[in-house]
Nanobody, 126 residues
Framework: QVQLVESGGFSVQAGGSLRLSCAASGYILSRKCMGWFRHAPVKVREGVAIIDGDGDTAYKNSVKGRFTISQDNAVNTLYLQMDSLKPEDTAMYHC????????????????????WGQGTQVTVSS
């Protein structure tokens, strides 16, 4: 049973930083495709950052240069470092994993991922 647990969400002022963590159990994250998605009220869930099995990354245009996705295989955890936060970054953030062998190319489609965490809330005030 794959379980993903996010943490690190908090209320911060604009310009601040947060680091989100996604701890995985029941599954090894190494060489898998993973991503961070966010869901704000009255908006659809959108991809923020993705990483493939080779460690190549991609970002939503609005977060490029501010957010960094990374993983630590030693502790089986995915991270999202968020700097220069803006009020429009306010959302529930979820991590997602595609668990099926070595993954070469990560996609933005939500249906590509088959394991999701419950989310951690990020609130950015102006």
């Amino acid at each position: 049973q794959v379980q993903l647990v996010e943490s690190g969400g908090f209320s911060v002022q604009a310009g601040g930083s947060l680091r989100l963590s996604c701890a995985a159990s029941g599954y090894i994250l190494s060489r898998k495709c993973m991503g961070w998605f966010r869901h704000a009220p009255v908006k659809v869930r959108e991809g923020v950052a993705i990483i493939d099995g080779d460690g190549d990354t991609a970002y939503k245009n609005s977060v490029k240069g501010r957010f960094t996705i990374s993983q630590d295989n030693a502790v089986n955890t995915l991270y999202l470092q968020m700097d220069s936060l803006k009020p429009e970054d306010t959302a529930m953030y979820h991590c997602a994993v595609k668990y099926s062998g070595y993954c070469r190319v990560a996609l933005w489609e939500r249906s590509f991922y088959n394991a999701w965490g419950q989310g951690t809330q990020v609130t950015v005030s102006s």
